[in-house]
């Protein structure tokens, strides 16, 4: 068996890709988890890998429309999921979100 990085770089690539998209399709399966509480608990949402996705294309010489990114991360135009799945964030969860963004500055 091998380890990831004895793979050859298109496999590898492959396999990025692969659980990449498992990663949305969870996300899409899971859609009661919401952004914030991926925010507090593992410091990226759906918005992040969306921007992620420009980058990544800006970076390979491409252009790719940010809206056009966040609806295929969200499998839907992003004003359409937010009317259906988001909620309204609680106090409790803006207070974990705020402790979080201090804990990350005392950090640097």
């Known amino acids: 068996m091998s380890s990831f990085n004895e793979l050859d770089q298109t496999t590898r690539t492959e396999l990025e890709a692969a659980a990449f998209r498992r990663l949305l399709q969870h996300l899409d399966d899971n859609k009661d988890v919401q952004n914030i509480d991926l925010m507090i608990l593992a410091d990226f949402c759906r918005n992040c890998l969306s921007k992620w996705l420009v980058t990544a294309a800006d970076e390979q010489g491409q ?27 609680t106090s409790e969860q803006l207070a974990a979100l705020d402790a979080r963004q201090a804990q990350k500055t005392a950090k640097e």
């Open 63 to 89: 252009t790719l429309d940010y809206e056009a990114a966040r609806e295929y991360v969200y499998g839907m135009p992003y004003s359409e999921w937010k009317a259906h799945y988001q909620g309204a964030a």
